[in-house]
């Protein structure tokens, strides 16, 4: 429960700044004539393998010595954020 509890509280710095930019590329669809989830989806997917690197890599790497402490490898830590972020991807492309 603990493991499962530092995901989530790993992946919230990514979820928020992921999804604005992710709508952002969405809305961008609408100056060619449409909004599309299917754009929001894949840029989602893309999006938070930047905001991974960019967030924990470039500006807090120093944070990756918290989660190995409660057992997460930072290799872990970015499978995790991949396959949650593909999942939410997948489901905001499946809803188109």
């Given amino acids: 429960m603990k ?12 979820f928020l700044p992921t999804l604005v930019v992710a709508l952002v590329f969405g809305f961008l669809g609408i100056m060619s004539g449409h909004f599309s989830l299917k754009t929001v ?3 989602y997917i893309l999006m938070s393998l ?5 967030i924990y890599e470039v500006r807090y790497p120093n944070e990756y010595y918290f ?4 057992g ?6 970015w499978g995790i ?9 997948l489901v905001l492309i499946i809803i188109e």
């Fill in 3 to 14: 493991k499962m509890i530092s995901i989530l509280f790993f992946y919230k710095k990514l």
């Fill in 41 to 43: 989806g894949i840029s």
């Fill in 50 to 54: 930047f905001f991974h690197y960019l």
């Fill in 67 to 70: 989660y190995y402490n409660m």
């Fill in 72 to 77: 997460l490898s930072k290799y872990f830590l």
């Fill in 81 to 89: 954020s991949f396959a949650l972020s593909l999942i939410i991807g």
